[in-house]
């Protein structure tokens, strides 16, 4: 992708839809506006329709953008995620083109599935970069919710978690209560990857699964060091729709392959090559022959 060009295309569409299950008790706290005796300290994210228990998508992006930045090891933290006495740096570029320490959004592999903002100053390149990836909500499957409406724990679909902080100076206790989504309780979630550029996708998708299986052995939600938001997500059919299904529903336009945990490198080729447009993907392929054929004749010459 040349960093002057500046526009996106949409090629098409990566729809990733599965289940994902609480394998021990999770917590994704809401504001609380009052303070009432005997109330919850720290209550769960709501639906204000269902009233039923849910996790935003903004809560999964963010954690599975965390990790992949974490394990960027090459990208400098350059923006104070916190505050002035208590920052906390992580890494976002502030424009589209390479410098400053920074690859620039649209070769970086966290902001370029992710996004990233420009800051309020800086250089005259500083542009944001909306994500590539999307993250819907996630609520609960019908037979979660038809078991946790049956719960009788005093509170509607969810349980009490009580706890104790003990100074370790004074010995006194700090009880609190906790309100969290039981283990075993399954969220339907979709994510959506907008395809922009071919040369990219295998690697954007690469990126994720490997986000997803670290998220897999850390925690999603508050309270992870204490047990809480242990969670496995099961993908189902990935489903491939290029712009043309979404003009005339063409099948010829789509196609579904295994879900993004089973997927392989050279599957992961194979979709972004299916995207490709006809030309560019004559191209790739003549240059791949060109390649081969050079590196044939260097071994006859030697």
Same mark, same amino acid.
């Given at each position: 992708?040349?960093?002057?060009?500046?526009?996106?295309?949409?090629?098409?569409?990566?729809?990733?839809?599965?289940?994902?299950?609480?394998?021990?008790?999770?917590?994704?706290?809401?504001?609380?506006?009052?303070?009432?005796?005997?109330?919850?300290?720290?209550?769960?994210?709501?639906?204000?329709?269902?009233?039923?228990?849910?996790? !935003?998508?903004?809560?999964?992006?963010?954690?599975?953008?965390?990790?992949?930045?974490?394990?960027?090891?090459?990208?400098? !933290?350059?923006?104070?995620?916190?505050?002035?006495?208590?920052?906390?740096?992580?890494?976002?570029?502030?424009?589209?083109?390479?410098?400053?320490?920074?690859?620039?959004?649209?070769?970086?592999?966290?902001?370029?599935?992710?996004?990233?903002?420009?800051?309020?100053?800086?250089?005259?390149?500083?542009?944001?970069?909306?994500?590539?990836?999307?993250?819907?909500?996630?609520?609960?499957?019908?037979?979660?919710?038809? @078991?946790?409406?049956?719960?009788?724990?005093?509170?509607?679909?969810?349980?009490?978690?009580?706890?104790?902080?003990?100074?370790?100076?004074?010995?006194?206790?700090? !009880?609190?209560?906790?309100?969290?989504?039981?283990?075993?309780?399954?969220?339907?979630?979709?994510?959506?990857?907008?395809?922009?550029?071919?040369?990219?996708?295998?690697?954007?998708?690469?990126?994720?699964?490997?986000?997803?299986?670290?998220?897999?052995?850390?925690?999603?939600?508050?309270?992870?060091?204490?047990?809480?938001?242990?969670?496995?997500?099961?993908?189902?059919?990935?489903?491939?729709?290029?712009?043309?299904?979404?003009?005339?529903?063409?099948?010829?336009?789509?196609?579904?392959?295994?879900?993004?945990?089973?997927?392989?490198?050279?599957?992961?080729?194979?979709?972004?090559?299916?995207?490709?447009?006809?030309?560019?993907?004559?191209?790739? @392929?003549?240059?791949?022959?060109?390649?081969?054929?050079?590196?044939?004749?260097?071994?006859?010459?030697?």
């Amino acid at each position: 992708m040349a960093e002057h060009a500046m526009a996106r295309k949409l090629l098409g569409k990566i729809e990733l839809i599965g289940t994902l299950e609480c394998l021990s008790g999770l917590h994704i706290g809401a504001s609380k506006e009052n303070i009432e005796i005997g109330a919850l300290d720290s209550p769960v994210m709501r639906d204000p329709v269902t009233d039923a228990p849910y996790i !935003p998508g903004s809560s999964l992006k963010g954690k599975l953008r965390a990790l992949l930045e974490k394990v960027s090891l090459e990208l400098q !933290p350059n923006r104070n995620g916190g505050t002035r006495s208590n920052p906390v740096m992580r890494h976002e570029c502030d424009g589209w083109s390479t410098g400053d320490g920074q690859p620039g959004a649209p070769h970086c592999p966290v902001c370029r599935l992710f996004g990233s903002t420009k800051r309020s100053e800086g250089s005259r390149d500083a542009k944001n970069y909306p994500a590539r990836l999307k993250v819907r909500d996630l609520h609960l499957t019908d037979a979660s919710r038809a @078991q946790l409406a049956a719960l009788d724990t005093g509170l509607h679909m969810t349980e009490w978690k009580f706890e104790n902080s003990i100074d370790r100076i004074t010995s006194a206790a700090n !009880p609190r209560n906790l309100e969290r989504v039981p283990k075993g309780a399954e969220f339907t979630f979709a994510m959506v990857y907008d395809v922009e550029d071919p040369d990219t996708v295998k690697e954007d998708l690469q990126n994720l699964k490997l986000a997803v299986q670290i998220l897999q052995a850390d925690s999603l939600g508050g309270h992870g060091s204490r047990g809480y938001g242990w969670v496995e997500l099961r993908f189902g059919q990935t489903r491939a729709r290029k712009v043309d299904w979404y003009r005339t529903r063409d099948e010829a336009a789509q196609k579904e392959v295994e879900g993004l945990d089973a997927l392989n490198d050279e599957q992961f080729d194979e979709l972004a090559k299916w995207f490709a447009p006809e030309e560019s993907a004559r191209d790739v @392929q003549a240059s791949s022959s060109s390649s081969s054929s050079g590196g044939n004749n260097s071994e006859e010459a030697a």
